[in-house]
């Protein structure tokens, strides 16, 4: 079994940052990628930023220039650097991976809130 746990979500005001934490624990022989998807009350499911175990990333166009994900390897640890936070941002963000080849797994969800 593999645990998925985020934390650093928050309330901060528009224009602010934020930065989020997740790590992987368990059963875990090889990471393939590791990213972050956000989920807001009323819309349809986002994916925000991703990266693979090469260090490739990719950010959804809402957030580009705004957010940056980044790893560290030895912890099984993603992290989002969200700044210039915009109140559209606010949704329960999300941790996910897929390991070991093809197994997927996600946290619980941190709240972001972005609010004057």
């Known amino acids: 079994q593999v645990q998925v746990v985020e934390s650093g979500g928050g309330l901060v005001q528009p224009g602010g940052s934020l930065r989020l934490s997740c790590a992987a624990s368990?059963?875990?022989?090889?990471?393939?990628?590791m990213g972050w998807f956000r989920q807001a009350p009323g819309k349809q499911r986002e994916m925000v930023a991703r990266?693979?175990?090469?260090?490739?990333?990719s950010a959804a166009d809402s957030v580009k220039g705004r957010f940056s994900i980044s790893r560290d390897t030895a912890k099984n640890t993603v992290y989002l650097q969200m700044n210039s936070l915009k109140p559209e941002d606010t949704a329960v963000y999300f941790c996910?991976?897929?390991?070991?080849?093809?197994?997927?797994?996600w946290g619980q969800g941190t709240q972001v809130t972005v609010s004057s």
């Open positions: 368990g059963s875990i022989r090889s990471i393939n990628s």
């Open positions: 990266i693979t175990s090469r260090g490739v990333s």
């Open positions: 996910d991976v897929y390991v070991n080849g093809g197994q997927y797994y």
